[in-house]
């Protein structure tokens, strides 16, 4: 069956995730679309603005510089492929512009966001009905549970590249659920982990675990190795390492010619900035990085990506109050506010312990699906995934002043293991007051975490305390 058709008991969940994400969308574009994309505005000037302009907590606009005028503005060792996946709506855009006399990489971002939002409902619909194997409505359910969560809500909206890694996430999901079924091949999975590595690196690690999962002891057969893993790996290390010589380090080389060639100017603007900014945001809010320190020649690639890290920043804390807290609901002070950009503090409480409370339950919930899974290796291939961006982010330290914006790449792991809650095989009275429970949830965190988001799109934009 066509993956991208709705199915007839798909179409009320569809349209709901649709009108609910365009409004949104239409509030991004009121707030945003006229500051950023003026008449004639070019890349330079729309780098510019969006430096000024905009601030949608810790996420980048690069998706709207890369519509704009296409090149590799994502981090190459990062994101090795996103540029080049973009590069058809960048023809697109062009084309429109040419047509219009207006830049719409705004209005294309916002219809790929949503597009990533409809698919990404559906495709956790379809593992919680027909893998996990619940009943319409209860699916239905957890898919709004998913939709209702605060950085869900603020990924759909950002023009980053979370929408669509989560999206990827889910495909790759869904294919490990109905693999031994569906007879998913080395062809298809080396494609997965292709795009998926592509867009994220990082994930390449999940699509491994799926494959192991799913294929079992073939997955170590040569030629599976071979065409699903080792050839789509090393094309995504190419990628990068190409991009990063051609693009990156002729930048980099010219910098530290440009440095060595003014030392006593570059010295003292050195110093004169260490004065004016001493006390900016991205200076006191940054926690000490692993390898702290110039990157050692011929080694600028490796300790890069180690820049990233943090080796300061409060765990437990961080997991209370910003990776279960802001993830699922958003904090009524400093809404969306980028940590490195305002004096938003890493670590913010909630004003009412009901917030607190909310946190728990979610999370007993979770547990107690984790409980009722444990015999199945789809919960095990979750927990996997989990503790991959668990290690990486509370373990390294990797973006832990931000780690709510990770959010796509794991929190739905938290709905998805509670549809396990809904098995008709258990206490039909327990299962009621757990699908209460939920329904409840599910609509206090639509209506909070909608009208706070929806509040702060109403306003206009905020400059940041500091400006270039």
Wanted: charged share 15%; aromatic share 12%.
């Amino acid at each position: 069956m066509n993956p991208l058709k709705i199915r007839r008991d798909e179409w009320p969940l569809a349209l709901s995730v649709v009108l609910w994400v365009s409004l949104l969308q239409v509030l991004m574009l009121c707030k945003y679309y006229g500051v950023l994309f003026s008449a004639g505005m070019d890349e330079p000037m729309l780098h510019q603005a969006i430096g000024r302009y905009f601030h949608l907590s810790g996420f980048d606009a690069i998706t709207y510089r890369v519509l704009t005028d296409w090149g590799p503005y994502y981090d190459v060792v990062r994101h090795p492929l996103l540029p080049w996946l973009l590069y058809p709506l960048y023809l697109l855009n062009r084309l429109l512009w040419w047509l219009t006399g207006a830049n719409c990489a705004m209005p294309l971002s916002c219809l790929l966001l949503t597009a990533c939002a409809l698919y990404s409902a559906l495709l956790f619909y379809r593992i919680e009905r027909h893998i996990v194997g619940i009943a319409r409505a209860d699916a239905m359910l957890l898919s709004w549970l998913l939709c209702s969560l605060a950085y869900i809500m603020a990924t759909f909206i950002a023009p980053d590249h979370f929408a669509l890694s989560l999206l990827l996430l889910l495909v790759v999901c869904e294919r490990a659920g109905t693999a031994r079924t569906a007879g998913t091949g080395s062809t298809a999975w080396g494609t997965l982990l292709l795009l998926t590595a592509g867009v994220t690196l990082t994930n390449g690690a999940k699509v491994l675990v799926a494959q192991l999962c799913a294929r079992g002891r073939a997955f170590f057969k040569p030629r599976h190795l071979l065409t699903a893993a080792v050839l789509p790996l090393a094309l995504v290390l190419a990628a990068a390492w190409v991009q990063h010589r051609v693009f990156v380090l002729p930048k980099e080389q010219a910098q530290q010619q440009y440095a060595k060639a003014h030392r006593a100017e570059m010295r003292q603007q050195a110093i004169e900035n260490r004065k004016k900014y001493s006390h900016a945001p991205w200076v006191i809010h940054k926690g000490r990085p692993i390898g702290y320190g110039e990157p050692a020649e011929g080694h600028e690639l490796a300790q890069g990506v180690l820049r990233w890290t943090d080796t300061t920043t409060p765990r437990w804390d961080t997991v209370v109050e910003n990776l279960l807290g802001e993830s699922m609901q958003f904090h009524e002070q400093h809404m969306l506010e980028d940590v490195l950009v305002f004096y938003r503090p890493v670590l913010l409480a909630y004003d009412g312990w009901w917030h607190y409370a909310v946190e728990a339950l979610l999370m007993a919930l979770c547990l107690a699906g984790c409980w009722m899974a444990r015999r199945t290796l789809l919960l095990w291939m979750l927990l996997a995934w989990a503790a991959t961006d668990l290690t990486m982010h509370i373990g390294l330290g990797f973006a832990i002043n931000e780690v709510y914006i990770m959010s796509a790449h794991w929190i739905f792991v938290i709905p998805l293991v509670m549809g396990y809650l809904f098995l008709p095989d258990g206490n039909g009275r327990l299962r009621r007051v757990i699908r209460g429970a939920v329904a409840m949830l599910t609509l206090y965190l639509i209506i909070y975490n909608g009208v706070q988001l929806a509040g702060w799109l109403l306003q206009p934009p905020v400059l940041p305390p500091f400006t270039f």
